[in-house]
């Protein structure tokens, strides 16, 4: 039996070093990097104020063009939204940018609709960019509080980064070895994080009739989000992005709101159904550009 | 409880903690071990199923009791038959019951007759065709009077509960697997690392390969028209070395499982695509189950012995009966009979055993090894297809020629990322099952240094978020 331990033994032992150290050197790496939206705001981003940063899902992500809005307002903005997150990670964003020193008079936040009225959070599918900085109390909070199998895996990775990493090899390790070469380069962002869908080959279809959909904010994630910004003087506000053939009604008047939900009259300005092409993104941020003028002052 | 899970990983050391150092001192303590955590890895999936394992058991172990006491042949048959109808029964109402109510059908619908039909909502029971047959085989051998039946129920439901290979194999025998279930064991380090190198191999199979060609496999095979004619050949070939990685990856691990508790399985899988002809092939894959066939079907209907014809016959029923024991469908069907129409020329001109002695490969075969694997690979697309119109498609458009585009495997950063593991871990597989192949082993030597290699392949190559069921469990 001693013979038979001591290898298994000596095997998990050499195991646990050797992917030890790929792991500490894959997320070093990262964060060395501009690669995913954390990192890129530490080390790609020299601004330490802003006049507002936008936070939140796919459509907060290809929906607002900062360099439209700044260009229109003469503002300095930064998109820090993510695609697959929720409003759980948008609040581990927020608390990301405070932690680098940084501050914002305003808070876009643009979420998926339908995260607004979630009542349980679950992990999303993009919180593993935020595995570099798992040693901050903020991440590992955050992961702490899933339950699920990924989640604990993700907290456990400050113990034993090895579990995160060989989890989501493919999102994490190899774009690590990627950052190796190139620090620089970023996942499908530019420089002020934006990002747009292209133009799909579609007719110029009017849209006649828009369905409405009740909003009523019940997700305890935008408490905290206000919290957090009342606690650091930000300016909360909800943004609603356009929807095909939907318009949003919200039953709640405790947030400022930006409802851009039914502008589009033409599923021309569409990418698909919850997300707009470049077409549409332009006109979408120089509509939002205009009422965010109004707020500014 | 699947092996390449984290419930599984933790089951395994405690039921191993318990064996060598709790339950050591008696045979019964360690037998009882055995059943109770085999029920519990099956429970997992499915307690409700438990019962059939626990009613086939006693059923069997019943059945072989009686037969040793019994000496009229007309009641020795009766009670054989009790168990051959049990077995097969319960396999025909789990497994193909809705097939043959659908076929029948559709049968008419060809004529013009439309039927009302309402098939059941039954549920396969994991595992059902594996612990079905290894029952089965008992009973035979008892019947037979090849072995003579156990008198401890404990031990025959260790054997056919025994957890490594309860779900999908190897199918073991009564005459093999039983006698091991009386004695008390022993731990034997050496025997005990190379399971434990088995289990990493398996792992590598499995975790690395299988599911990584799964992530193009499942996208060609679902949208087969939408691709190019080389696109759909690296599917079919991506398929091949799924389903291998897969199934023997499983029966790697249930092997190296059960040496950790100083069990010996027979071999399931030895290097099947390194085979010269499909004779070959047959006995280098699933060998559990063709011998099983060979044993207790093609001997009985004769087999070689007789007229061409009768020998002909029996090589179809075998491999039609191999075909559908995959599962209810014409596909498995079909692909059994490709693999009759291609094994009779070789059975026919007496050449279906000219590498039965001979292991190590010689450079003026691999054209043969290289032939053999493609004829293989495109019967796996009947296997794979969900239908025979589906295969039939895919098979045309491969032979359409209408491209030579392989644009899905480098169309995004993530493919190309996929591609480049799946060539990688192809060759890494291929060149361990080389060398053990050349020097004349029954599975692949791993050193302390190359399965510590193979972990961290595992580790930083494996599928882990979406990993896909093991294949044969459907069977």
Same mark, same amino acid.
């Given at each position: 039996?001693?013979?038979? &331990?001591?290898?298994?033994?000596?095997?998990?032992?050499?195991?646990?070093?050797?992917?030890?150290?790929?792991?500490?050197?894959?997320?070093?790496?990262?964060?060395?990097?501009?690669?995913?939206?954390?990192?890129? =705001?530490?080390?790609?981003?020299? %601004?330490?104020?802003?006049?507002?940063?936008?936070?939140?899902?796919?459509?907060?992500?290809?929906?607002?063009?900062?360099?439209?809005?700044?260009?229109?307002?003469? *503002?300095?903005?930064?998109? =820090?939204?993510?695609?697959? *997150?929720?409003?759980?990670?948008?609040?581990?964003? &927020?608390?990301?940018? &405070?932690?680098?020193?940084?501050?914002?008079?305003?808070?876009?936040?643009?979420?998926?609709?339908?995260?607004?009225?979630?009542?349980?959070?679950?992990?999303?599918?993009?919180?593993?960019?935020?595995?570099?900085?798992?040693? *901050?109390?903020?991440?590992?909070?955050?992961?702490?509080?899933?339950?699920?199998?990924?989640?604990?895996?993700?907290?456990?990775?400050?113990?034993?980064? *090895?579990?995160?990493?060989?989890?989501?090899?493919? %999102?994490?390790?190899?774009?690590?070895?990627?950052?190796?070469?190139?620090?620089?380069?970023?996942?499908?962002?530019?420089?002020?994080?934006?990002?747009?869908?292209?133009?799909?080959?579609?007719?110029?279809?009017?849209?006649?009739?828009?369905?409405?959909?009740?909003?009523?904010?019940?997700?305890?994630?935008?408490?905290?989000?206000?919290?957090?910004?009342?606690?650091?003087?930000?300016?909360?506000?909800?943004?609603?992005?356009?929807?095909?053939?939907?318009?949003?009604?919200?039953?709640?008047?405790?947030?400022?709101?930006?409802?851009?939900?039914?502008?589009?009259?033409?599923?021309?300005?569409?990418?698909?159904?919850?997300?707009?092409?470049?077409?549409?993104?332009?006109?979408?941020? %120089?509509?939002?550009?205009?009422?965010?003028?109004?707020?500014?002052? | 409880?699947?092996?390449?899970?984290?419930?599984?990983?933790?089951?395994?050391?405690?039921?191993? /903690?318990?064996?060598?150092?709790?339950? $050591?001192?008696?045979?019964?303590?360690?037998?009882? +071990?055995?059943?109770?955590?085999?029920?519990?890895?099956?429970?997992?999936?499915?307690?409700?199923? @438990?019962?059939?394992?626990?009613?086939?058991?006693?059923?069997?172990?019943?059945?072989?009791?009686?037969?040793?006491?019994?000496?009229?042949?007309?009641?020795?048959?009766?009670?054989?038959?009790?168990?051959? @109808?049990?077995?097969?029964?319960?396999?025909?109402?789990?497994?193909?019951?809705?097939?043959?109510?659908?076929?029948?059908?559709?049968?008419?619908?060809?004529?013009?007759?439309?039927?009302?039909?309402?098939?059941?909502?039954?549920?396969?029971?994991?595992?059902?065709?594996?612990?079905?047959?290894?029952?089965?085989?008992?009973?035979?051998?008892?019947?037979?009077? $090849?072995?003579?039946?156990?008198?401890?129920?404990?031990?025959?439901?260790?054997? /056919?509960?025994?957890?490594?290979?309860?779900?999908?194999?190897?199918?073991?025998?009564? #005459?093999?697997?039983?006698?091991?279930?009386?004695?008390?064991?022993?731990?034997?380090?050496?025997?005990?690392?190379?399971?434990?190198?088995? !289990? !990493?191999?398996?792992?590598?199979?499995? /975790?690395?390969?299988?599911?990584?060609?799964?992530?193009?496999?499942?996208?060609?095979?679902?949208?087969?028209?939408?691709?190019?004619?080389?696109?759909?050949?690296?599917?079919?070939? +991506?398929?091949?070395?799924?389903?291998?990685?897969?199934?023997?990856?499983?029966?790697?691990?249930?092997?190296?499982?059960?040496?950790?508790?100083?069990?010996?399985?027979?071999?399931?899988?030895?290097?099947?695509?390194?085979?010269?002809?499909?004779?070959?092939?047959?006995?280098?894959?699933?060998?559990?189950?063709?011998?099983?066939?060979?044993?207790?079907?093609?001997?009985?209907?004769?087999?070689?012995?007789?007229?061409?014809?009768?020998?002909?016959?029996?090589?179809?029923?075998?491999?039609? /009966?191999?075909?559908?024991?995959?599962?209810?469908?014409?596909?498995?069907?079909?692909?059994?009979?490709?693999?009759?129409?291609?094994?009779?020329?070789?059975?026919?001109?007496?050449?279906?055993?000219?590498?039965?002695?001979?292991?190590?490969?010689?450079?003026?075969?691999?054209?043969?090894?290289?032939?053999?694997?493609?004829?293989?690979?495109?019967?796996?697309?009947?296997?794979?297809?969900?239908?025979?119109?589906?295969?039939?498609?895919?098979?045309?458009?491969?032979?359409?020629?209408?491209?030579?585009?392989?644009?899905?495997?480098?169309?995004? #950063? $993530?493919?190309?990322?996929?591609?480049?593991?799946?060539?990688?871990?192809?060759?890494? @597989?291929?060149?361990?099952?080389?060398?053990? !192949?050349?020097?004349?082993?029954?599975?692949?030597?791993?050193?302390?240094?190359?399965?510590?290699?193979?972990?961290?392949?595992?580790?930083?190559?494996?599928?882990?978020?979406?990993?896909?069921?093991?294949?044969?469990?459907?069977?």
């Amino acid at each position: 039996m001693s013979l038979f &331990l001591k290898k298994t033994g000596f095997i998990l032992l050499t195991f646990i070093g050797i992917s030890s150290a790929f792991s500490f050197l894959s997320l070093w790496s990262l964060r060395q990097s501009s690669f995913y939206k954390p990192s890129f =705001l530490v080390n790609s981003i020299e %601004e330490k104020s802003f006049h507002y940063v936008i936070i939140g899902a796919s459509t907060g992500l290809t929906t607002l063009n900062t360099k439209i809005i700044d260009s229109v307002l003469k *503002t300095t903005g930064l998109n =820090l939204a993510m695609d697959d *997150t929720a409003l759980s990670s948008q609040y581990l964003m &927020l608390q990301h940018f &405070l932690a680098q020193g940084k501050t914002t008079k305003f808070c876009i936040l643009a979420p998926s609709i339908k995260d607004y009225d979630v009542k349980e959070n679950t992990l999303s599918g993009n919180d593993y960019r935020f595995l570099p900085y798992v040693n *901050t109390i903020y991440v590992s909070d955050y992961y702490k509080q899933f339950s699920c199998q990924p989640g604990r895996l993700l907290n456990n990775s400050k113990w034993l980064p *090895t579990l995160g990493v060989s989890y989501y090899n493919t %999102e994490i390790f190899y774009p690590s070895l990627l950052a190796i070469l190139k620090p620089a380069s970023r996942n499908r962002f530019d420089d002020k994080g934006n990002y747009g869908y292209p133009i799909k080959i579609n007719d110029d279809k009017p849209i006649t009739e828009f369905k409405t959909l009740s909003i009523a904010l019940k997700n305890d994630y935008i408490k905290k989000i206000r919290d957090l910004c009342e606690l650091n003087n930000i300016k909360l506000i909800c943004y609603f992005s356009p929807i095909n053939r939907k318009k949003i009604k919200i039953d709640s008047k405790d947030y400022k709101i930006i409802n851009h939900s039914n502008i589009f009259k033409n599923e021309s300005y569409f990418y698909d159904d919850i997300h707009v092409n470049y077409k549409g993104r332009k006109i979408s941020s %120089e509509y939002f550009a205009n009422d965010f003028k109004a707020l500014l002052k | 409880m699947l092996f390449n899970s984290i419930d599984f990983a933790i089951f395994l050391p405690l039921v191993f /903690v318990l064996y060598w150092f709790v339950t $050591k001192r008696t045979l019964i303590s360690q037998n009882i +071990l055995i059943v109770l955590a085999s029920y519990l890895f099956y429970a997992w999936w499915d307690y409700r199923f @438990l019962a059939l394992i626990i009613l086939s058991t006693l059923v069997d172990f019943i059945v072989a009791k009686q037969l040793e006491n019994e000496t009229d042949n007309r009641l020795r048959k009766g009670l054989f038959l009790v168990s051959l @109808l049990f077995n097969l029964g319960m396999l025909a109402f789990f497994k193909y019951f809705n097939f043959f109510i659908e076929s029948w059908v559709e049968a008419w619908q060809l004529f013009g007759v439309t039927m009302e039909t309402s098939t059941l909502k039954i549920i396969l029971p994991v595992g059902i065709s594996f612990y079905t047959f290894q029952t089965l085989s008992y009973t035979i051998d008892v019947y037979k009077n $090849k072995i003579e039946p156990t008198s401890s129920f404990l031990e025959f439901a260790a054997f /056919v509960s025994f957890f490594p290979q309860l779900v999908a194999g190897p199918i073991e025998r009564a #005459s093999h697997l039983l006698p091991q279930f009386k004695k008390k064991h022993i731990f034997n380090s050496e025997f005990a690392i190379s399971g434990l190198y088995l !289990i !990493i191999w398996g792992l590598f199979k499995k /975790v690395v390969i299988a599911d990584n060609c799964a992530f193009f496999v499942n996208q060609i095979f679902d949208g087969a028209t939408g691709y190019s004619s080389m696109e759909l050949f690296f599917g079919a070939i +991506l398929f091949g070395f799924q389903i291998y990685g897969d199934f023997s990856g499983y029966s790697d691990i249930a092997i190296g499982v059960a040496r950790l508790f100083g069990f010996s399985l027979m071999t399931n899988f030895s290097f099947p695509y390194f085979s010269r002809d499909i004779a070959e092939f047959w006995r280098r894959w699933h060998i559990s189950l063709s011998t099983w066939f060979r044993d207790y079907l093609y001997i009985p209907l004769g087999g070689s012995k007789g007229t061409t014809w009768q020998g002909v016959r029996n090589v179809f029923i075998v491999f039609l /009966v191999s075909g559908f024991w995959h599962g209810a469908n014409w596909t498995f069907i079909v692909w059994g009979m490709i693999h009759a129409m291609l094994f009779l020329p070789l059975l026919l001109l007496g050449r279906n055993r000219t590498y039965v002695l001979s292991t190590k490969i010689y450079g003026s075969q691999v054209p043969k090894i290289i032939l053999t694997f493609l004829v293989i690979t495109l019967a796996w697309i009947f296997f794979r297809a969900d239908s025979v119109n589906i295969a039939y498609q895919y098979i045309i458009n491969l032979f359409s020629f209408n491209s030579s585009s392989v644009y899905m495997f480098y169309k995004t #950063s $993530k493919m190309i990322l996929f591609s480049t593991i799946i060539i990688f871990s192809i060759i890494i @597989l291929l060149l361990f099952e080389f060398l053990a !192949i050349q020097n004349n082993k029954k599975e692949v030597q791993l050193t302390t240094y190359s399965a510590i290699f193979i972990v961290i392949l595992i580790c930083f190559m494996g599928v882990f978020k979406n990993p896909s069921e093991f294949i044969y469990f459907q069977f």
